[in-house]
Antibody, heavy 119, light 112 residues
């Protein structure tokens, strides 16, 4: 079964750091681009970052310089290092697998992990 | 404000057809594939349509997608109460030499 399982969410103070993990199984992890997407309560989906199979990375301006996406193909794992966290980063964070043809297609999603940034 | 524009809400009666639009520009929808996602409250999004008009295995043919120019449309026929959910369009955008994933703001479907 193709599966993505996120972990690492929790409560952190503004300015703090957190590292999210996403464990992949049931498919060839190294052969897919991977994404992080977040959703604040009652809001829409917001793209957070993408990493290609070659390790190329992409970020929106809202997190660039603060967040770092990485992958360990030997461990079938995706990571998101989040530094200088802000209250506005509070959301459910999903990892998602990119489709084989179109990078922006997210064909498998994890269940999400909740990040709360509050003092 | 999202780069891709969707109506905040649509509604129709059971058995009827509804369409949800997604409007963008030449740098996103106009030159890239569009995908659509269905999300029920408290759950992760689910891929509904990819590469403009293809359905993943298990998605009924009541769901369809199309793209024309810088706009895309999700169609749902034979509406069921179980289709009540939020729907999002998504695509890639290239600006200069940077790439971005773009989502629409989402559309809440109500089946009256």
């Amino acid at each position: 079964e193709v599966q993505l399982v996120e972990s690492g969410g929790g409560l952190v103070q503004p300015g703090g750091s957190l590292r999210l993990s996403c464990a992949a199984s049931g498919f060839t992890f190294s052969g897919h681009d991977m994404h992080w997407v977040r959703q604040a309560t009652g809001k829409g989906l917001e793209w957070v970052s993408t990493i290609g199979t070659a390790g190329d990375t992409y970020y929106p301006g809202s997190v660039k310089g603060r967040f770092t996406i990485s992958r360990d193909n030997a461990k079938n794992s995706l990571y998101l290092q989040m530094n200088s966290l802000r209250v506005g980063d509070t959301a459910v964070y999903y990892c998602a697998r990119a489709g084989p043809v179109d990078t922006a297609t997210m064909d498998v999603w994890g269940q999400g992990t909740t990040v709360t940034v509050s003092s | 404000q999202s780069v891709l524009t969707q109506p905040p809400s649509v509604s129709a009666a059971p058995g009827q057809k509804v369409t949800i639009s997604c409007s963008g520009s030449s740098s996103n929808i106009g030159n890239n594939y569009v995908s659509w996602y269905q999300q029920f409250p408290g759950t992760a999004p689910k891929l509904l349509i990819y590469e403009n008009n293809k359905r993943p295995s298990g998605i009924p043919d009541r769901f369809s997608g199309s793209k024309s120019g810088t706009s895309a449309t999700l169609g749902i026929t034979g509406l069921q109460t179980g289709d009540e959910a939020d729907y999002y369009c998504g695509t890639w955008e290239s600006i200069l030499r940077a790439g971005f994933v773009r989502f629409g703001g989402g559309t809440k479907l109500t089946v009256l």
